[in-house]
DNA sequence: AAACAATACATAACATTGCTATGTTATGCA
DNA sequence: TGCATAACATAGCAATGTTATGTATTGTTT
């Protein structure tokens, strides 16, 4: 048949991307390879083009999301969990930020969205256990609160670490969960409690 | 001394791009001024490039968006006006998807921010103002409060209107709006009130 | 093992991009 | 009336993404 891609080369492209976002160079095709031996059809090969090769920039960042999600350990509180997950959220946000961007600018097709479904069905099932575990009332429905927690860390995500709030302004997330997670069912000083534990999460602040 | 610039054909050349920008045609010099019989070299005159036009679109944008918060009549329920304020903000990004989405990618210094300043300031002075009427504690910080609320009314844009999320997912700011409120202090069930009245108002509603 | 076919990859060219250099026209002030 | 200065037009440049074409390499088939 045909040889193989290379799928080395694939994602060797894929990081240097990344690494050229990171030091806010300017991604070209040209500026690409440049440093890799290839040449610029190998952008054409393995991605299709431009658009292919962010739609994979794209998938790395939820990668890498999902994968920063997965390092969180979960406890015996659901709620604090939740904080914990809401704090990996950001870290990765943090870590990451031109990668985040890209994520959410223009066009978010995915070529496998198993990683980005993976990722808000962590905070799913997270939801599911704090109803079982009797913090938020029966009417709770998981998925639309698992929502609205995302709403609140895209939405600081966006303005704080790619956007024209000063970062501390991450430190937001600590009243707004609790706000969320009490209007949910929760008493009011354990739901405090929780979130402040669940913050300070040390998966939350890994470097990467 | 020197021949005014015209600053019809400066406006003109933004509301081009607004509109090119919703009809997702590209905007690029040639395709800006190609109708309006203008050279390539009045992009560079009024805007001193294409970063100087992509600065103006930005400006107009946060103007309509004052404008459009300006357009929201208060009432005795300061409640009600912020989550009337909240609508309106979502409404102005449904009304001009792609203008927001401007708004806030990739830089967002304004030639006079005080268009932006004052649609913060008049979510501050709301929550002022409900703070003086006794719905929230008086350790609530207006502008943190008021940070929240863009908080939450950005997130929602982001992934609602720019972003994967439905459309019809905006309507999950009912329920975070009531939480934020709740939890700064308001009783829960006037709170649902106020801010289900607020949702409803009909300056949230015009097409533009 | 040899011939073949198909695909990865290199080279070069193309249209279009933002931008600049240069020339031309119009305007306000002396 | 002249003149300096700004507005505007024209043309061209380097760089961009993309495509066309040629070469080399690999897996399959006889």
Request: aromatic share 8%; net charge neutral; hydrophobic share 45%.
């Given at each position: 048949m045909a040889r193989m891609?290379?799928?080395?080369?694939r994602s060797l492209l894929i990081e240097q991307a990344a690494r050229m976002l990171r030091d806010r160079r300017p991604v070209t095709?040209?500026?690409l390879v440049a440093g890799t031996g290839m040449s610029t059809m190998?952008?054409?090969?393995?991605?299709?083009?431009?658009?292919?090769?962010?739609r994979a920039v794209r998938q790395e960042g939820?990668?890498?999301?999902?994968?920063?999600?997965?390092?969180?350990s979960l406890?015996?509180?659901?709620?604090r969990d939740l904080a914990a997950l809401g704090a990996a959220y950001l870290a990765n946000a943090v870590a990451h930020p031109d990668l985040y961007r890209v994520m959410f600018d223009a066009g978010f097709e995915l070529d496998d969205p198993s990683a980005a479904d993976e990722s808000l069905y962590s905070l799913?099932?997270?939801?599911?256990?704090?109803?079982?575990?009797?913090?938020?009332?029966?009417?709770?429905?998981p998925l639309e609160l698992a929502t609205q927690s995302w709403v609140i860390?895209?939405?600081?995500?966006?303005?704080?670490?790619?956007?024209?709030?000063?970062r501390d302004a991450l430190t937001h997330a600590v009243p707004?969960?609790?706000?969320?997670?009490?209007?949910?069912?929760?008493?009011?000083?354990?739901c405090r409690r929780s979130v402040e534990r669940g913050w300070q999460a040390p998966s939350a602040q890994l470097p990467d």
């Open positions: 891609k290379d799928p080395r080369a095709i040209r500026s190998a952008v054409y090969t393995y991605f299709g083009g431009m658009d292919g090769l962010w939820f990668t890498r999301l999902a994968s920063r999600l997965d390092g969180v406890s015996a509180d659901p709620v799913v099932r997270a939801v599911d256990r704090a109803k079982t575990a009797g913090r938020f009332h029966g009417g709770v429905d860390g895209h939405g600081l995500a966006s303005l704080a670490v790619t956007g024209p709030l000063p707004m969960l609790i706000a969320l997670f009490t209007s949910a069912g929760d008493d009011p000083a354990e």
